[in-house]
């Protein structure tokens, strides 16, 4: 029987065949490709697990400061008046505010110029030095003059005064200064503005002159009388037909007016006070309260001598009326505006005015000071702007227009403000020329200020303090943030009034933390249990069931959990039961609320304890400053064998009573230098010149060392103190071997001239040990050595005893413990980056492996395909010979 197939040659499906023949050799694949969906379910599994944990460990963060658990509350009656900010050293309380003034900038405006690039003064060198401070013994005001004439006997008509606006009560019982100040003073709380009246007092030449007795001995022996009084009070009297020097005379007056006699009680009944003497011919009264003091004579009929005669000269009577003057004191130090229709009968000049009266001025030494130079280059508004923004030393320049316009306007005001608010940011601004030269003029007009002395710009608003009282105790602030007059309580004025302030534990607030802390361990226990849990229902397995990373990390955070903190001193606390939180039967954590309630009544402030890091002293001034992942709880003996110093600079010349610092006085100054040296660490400071007694160089050095800017942004300081031998001494502000200081002269007074030939000590950092072991010092922060239980641990060391200084405890509480376990699984380098990164690596090593036997299913399915394409072309060859034979034998048949 014949080979028949349908199709092509032999007919034989040879792509049947390799197809099914490839899908046997195929079966390898499949298992491959489980693989790697298996070792991609972990990954995302790890990275479920990733997540959940970071979410914990977010949650956690919040909870490992001891803030989070002993905050407290507080809250104002009036919260527009004062807000508050409180710190865990506050104690429960209610705390009665008074704000009374706010803390304000001094504020001084130039008068106007036409331009503000236009050329001022000469160009000539001229250095401009800014010191702040705070003035005493003085008001901000203006000094009246003289009151008119017309006043003393006709009064001041109505509308002769307005103060700042206001219109002044007036009329024609207003004849003194006591009157005019009075009502003032009816006015202040609408002004802002009080008068203080000055003594009203009798001219020095009334009773004689240049030092001549000019009071004659009164004579009535022609039949007249006399009498003299003053200020209403009869002093002296005489009837007729009395000779000269028999009756009234100087000296009879002296006696009258000596001791304890009749006429001086009556004149103090009057406030009237006098000096000097009749015989002496100074005999003057006065009447301290500005009261108008009024002296006369009385006479009839025919009298000589007294006032200004000679026995034999004819006296027909006298009245002199000595008037004080008043001033006027802005309560706030703004500028006084004055007006009216007659102010100058008040002795005062229509206009805006004000300056400090005979202040002291006292520079502060915590004050940054500073200088610039004016020369050619930049001596106009503008450029003098610029040089002061630019030397950032506590001042702040601004170029203001008042909006005026028209020929002759000149609206360009210079306005400088202090950088800070508070009475000791007073300014006082000197000028000195360069070269033995003196001072541009001009520049001299346009800033000059001192307000003990010319003050030459325009106070707008006055350098104030915040005034206030807490529970009655009166308390002062350079800003509007008033701290320490309450332990661990900051209140924050915002205007006067008064309010309360209570303050209380915020138990709330640990209550919301402790649930916090279940609510994380909650969420992270049922994200890992659904990652490793199996159904028996449905025989389905969680991604990572078995896998030992997951079961390492629930043992250990309940581990972590079940494990008493250890370490705590002077607390009862050790374990979460203690405050209700508890595990559940499905391993959860639940909070029982009453027994939370109840500690954080009776243990508000150890309750931290249990979750945060927290390090406790015996020594006060030992205090924890932070801890690393790897210091072990315990309890710590410090023993301190060097305590950190300052470097200081210090004199060995007893500074004379004044020392004067010449014009162009440089010295170049080194501070908290490191090795190799770095340049911002030297700068060159430019000393004011003048006169300087011990206190103020002091301060002068201090603030303007201060002054430096690039100083201040390294945080680099000094302070300059007076020993008792009345040397100087230079100290910087920070402590251990990068604290430093140098000072070299370059030009001007040397540096010998206050510091003679005194050296400079750096200063050396802390060193000692913690529980015996190692530790490394830096300033006044001694660390724990690596490999020690105390390893990283990091303490503050103040005081002044080396040696034991007691034991220190360092506990790790759970949320603290918990966020480091957690650090160590998350993160780049932590346990579930090392699984996936071997599961990433199992997954390309799953899919080379694949792709290989892939290259090999090709190469087999080629020689399937040859083979089979050969078969069949070998059954076509044979069908084609059958087909001949078959042929050949029939045409074979049919011959025979």
């Given at each position: 029987m014949g080979i028949s197939t349908p199709g092509i040659g032999s007919g034989l499906n040879v792509n049947d065949i390799v197809s099914k023949l490839m899908s046997v050799e195929s079966a390898p694949l499949t298992d491959f490709d489980k693989k790697t969906a298996s070792y991609q379910s972990q990954i995302s599994a790890f990275g479920t697990m990733s997540s959940a944990l970071g979410n914990f460990q977010s949650s956690l963060s919040s909870l490992t400061s001891i803030a989070s658990f002993q905050s407290l509350t507080n809250t104002p009656a009036d919260p527009t008046v004062v807000t508050a900010s409180t710190t865990s050293d506050a104690l429960a309380g209610n705390y009665r505010i008074n704000i009374s003034q706010l803390a304000q900038a001094q504020s001084l405006a130039s008068g106007g110029y036409k331009s503000s690039t236009a050329t001022i003064g000469t160009g000539a060198k001229t250095t401009i030095s800014f010191s702040l401070g705070s003035i005493s013994n003085s008001e901000f005001g203006i000094n009246g003059t003289a009151l008119a004439n017309s006043m003393r006997t006709s009064g001041l008509t109505a509308g002769s005064v307005t103060i700042n606006g206001t219109t002044i009560t007036t009329n024609n019982t207003t004849r003194s200064a006591r009157a005019l100040a009075d009502a003032i003073n009816d006015k202040t709380t609408t002004t802002g503005v009080s008068a203080k009246p000055t003594a009203a007092t009798t001219d020095a030449a009334l009773f004689g002159g240049a030092g001549a007795a000019s009071f004659g001995n009164v004579d009535t022996s022609g039949g007249g009388t006399y009498s003299l009084s003053v200020g209403g009070v009869e002093i002296a009297v005489q009837a007729a037909n009395v000779a000269g020097g028999d009756g009234v005379t100087a000296a009879s007056l002296d006696a009258a007016l000596s001791g304890d006699t009749a006429v001086?009680?009556?004149?103090?009944?009057?406030?009237?006070?006098?000096?000097?003497?009749?015989?002496?011919?100074?005999?003057?009264?006065?009447?301290?309260?500005?009261?108008?003091?009024?002296?006369?004579?009385?006479?009839?009929?025919?009298?000589?001598?007294?006032?200004?005669?000679?026995?034999?000269?004819?006296?027909?009577?006298?009245?002199?009326?000595?008037?004080?003057?008043?001033?006027?004191?802005?309560?706030?130090?703004?500028?006084?505006?004055?007006?009216?229709?007659?102010?100058?009968?008040?002795?005062?000049?229509?206009?805006?005015?004000?300056?400090?009266?005979?202040?002291?001025?006292?520079?502060?030494?915590?004050?940054?000071?500073?200088?610039?130079?004016?020369?050619?280059?930049?001596?106009?508004?503008?450029?003098?702007?610029?040089?002061?923004?630019?030397?950032?030393?506590?001042?702040?320049?601004?170029?203001?227009?008042?909006?005026?316009?028209?020929?002759?306007?000149?609206?360009?005001?210079?306005?400088?403000?202090?950088?800070?608010?508070?009475?000791?940011?007073?300014?006082?601004?000197?000028?000195?020329?360069?070269?033995?030269?003196?001072?541009?003029?001009?520049?001299?007009?346009?800033?000059?200020?001192?307000?003990?002395?010319?003050?030459?710009?325009?106070?707008?608003?006055?350098?104030?303090?915040?005034?206030?009282?807490?529970?009655?105790?009166?308390?002062?602030?350079?800003?509007?943030?008033?701290?320490?007059?309450?332990?661990?309580?900051?209140?924050?004025?915002?205007?006067?009034?008064?309010?309360?302030?209570?303050?209380?534990?915020?138990?709330?607030?640990?209550?919301?933390?402790?649930?916090?802390?279940?609510?994380?361990?909650?969420?992270?226990?049922?994200?890992?249990?659904?990652?490793?849990?199996?159904?028996?229902?449905?025989?389905?397995?969680?991604?990572?069931?078995?896998?030992?990373?997951?079961?390492?990390?629930?043992?250990?955070?309940?581990?972590?959990?079940?494990?008493?903190?250890?370490?705590?001193?002077?607390?009862?606390?050790?374990?979460?039961?203690?405050?209700?939180?508890?595990?559940?039967?499905?391993?959860?954590?639940?909070?029982?609320?009453?027994?939370?309630?109840?500690?954080?009544?009776?243990?508000?402030?150890?309750?931290?304890?249990?979750?945060?890091?927290?390090?406790?002293?015996?020594?006060?001034?030992?205090?924890?400053?932070?801890?690393?992942?790897?210091?072990?709880?315990?309890?710590?003996?410090?023993?301190?064998?060097?305590?950190?110093?300052?470097?200081?600079?210090?004199?060995?010349?007893?500074?004379?009573?004044?020392?004067?610092?010449?014009?162009?006085?440089?010295?170049?100054?080194?501070?908290?230098?490191?090795?190799p040296p770095t340049l911002a660490n030297t700068a060159t400071i430019t000393l004011p010149a003048g006169t300087y007694n011990p206190s103020q160089l002091a301060t002068l050095l201090q603030s303007t060392i201060n002054g430096v800017s690039a100083f201040s942004n390294a945080g680099a300081s000094v302070t300059a103190t007076l020993g008792d031998d009345g040397s100087l001494k230079l100290q910087s502000a920070s402590y251990g071997s990068t604290s430093n200081l140098k000072i070299s002269s370059a030009t001007g007074t040397d540096v010998s001239a206050v510091f003679g030939t005194g050296a400079s000590v750096d200063g050396v950092d802390v060193a000692g040990t913690i529980g015996g072991y190692t530790a490394t010092g830096k300033g006044q922060v001694l660390t724990g050595a690596p490999g020690a239980p105390v390893e990283g641990l990091k303490l503050n060391v103040k005081g002044d005893t080396t040696g034991p200084r007691g034991t220190f405890g360092f506990s790790q509480g759970y949320a603290y413990m918990l966020n480091t376990l957690s650090a160590g699984y998350l993160g780049s380098s932590g346990t579930i980056a090392g699984r996936t990164k071997g599961l990433s690596a199992s997954v390309t090593d799953v899919a080379n492996q694949r792709a290989s036997f892939a290259s090999r299913l090709t190469d087999i399915e080629a020689r399937y395909r040859a083979q089979y394409t050969a078969l069949d072309t070998s059954i076509a060859s044979m069908n084609a010979t059958q087909s001949f034979l078959t042929q050949q034998l029939a045409a074979i048949s049919a011959n025979s």
């Open positions: 001086s009680r009556a004149l103090k009944d009057a406030n009237i006070t006098f000096t000097g003497s009749a015989a002496n011919g100074d005999l003057q009264f006065s009447n301290a309260d500005g009261s108008n003091v009024v002296v006369a004579e009385t006479v009839t009929g025919t009298v000589a001598g007294g006032i200004g005669n000679d026995g034999s000269s004819a006296n027909i009577g006298s009245s002199v009326t000595a008037v004080g003057t008043i001033t006027l004191v802005s309560a706030d130090g703004s500028p006084i505006t004055v007006g009216g229709s007659n102010p100058a009968a008040a002795g005062l000049t229509a206009g805006v005015g004000g300056a400090y009266l005979n202040a002291d001025f006292t520079a502060d030494s915590t004050r940054t000071a500073g200088n610039i130079v004016i020369d050619s280059t930049n001596n106009s508004l503008q450029g003098i702007m610029d040089a002061i923004n630019k030397g950032n030393f506590g001042v702040t320049a601004s170029i203001v227009s008042d909006g005026s316009t028209g020929t002759g306007a000149t609206p360009n005001h210079l306005v400088l403000t202090s950088s800070a608010t508070g009475a000791s940011s007073t300014m006082k601004i000197t000028l000195a020329g360069s070269g033995g030269d003196p001072a541009d003029p001009a520049l001299v007009s346009l800033l000059g200020y001192d307000p003990g002395g010319v003050q030459n710009l325009s106070q707008k608003a006055a350098a104030a303090d915040t005034q206030a009282t807490v529970n009655g105790i009166a308390v002062t602030s350079g800003s509007t943030s008033i701290s320490g007059a309450v332990a661990g309580v900051t209140f924050n004025a915002l205007k006067v009034g008064s309010t309360t302030v209570a303050v209380a534990k915020d138990t709330s607030s640990l209550t919301s933390s402790v649930n916090a802390f279940v609510k994380a361990y909650n969420d992270l226990n049922s994200q890992l249990a659904a990652l490793g849990a199996y159904d028996a229902d449905t025989k389905t397995a969680g991604p990572l069931l078995g896998d030992s990373t997951l079961r390492n990390l629930q043992s250990s955070v309940r581990a972590t959990l079940s494990s008493a903190i250890s370490g705590l001193q002077s607390t009862s606390l050790t374990n979460l039961s203690q405050i209700g939180v508890s595990f559940q039967k499905d391993g959860s954590l639940a909070v029982d609320n009453a027994k939370l309630q109840k500690a954080i009544t009776s243990n508000f402030n150890d309750i931290a304890g249990l979750f945060a890091a927290v390090g406790r002293g015996t020594d006060p001034d030992i205090t924890f400053s932070s801890s690393s992942a790897k210091t072990q709880a315990g309890n710590y003996a410090i023993n301190i064998t060097q305590l950190a110093t300052q470097g200081t600079l210090q004199g060995n010349a007893t500074l004379p009573a004044e020392t004067t610092i010449a014009q162009d006085t440089t010295w170049t100054v080194t501070l908290n230098d490191t090795t």
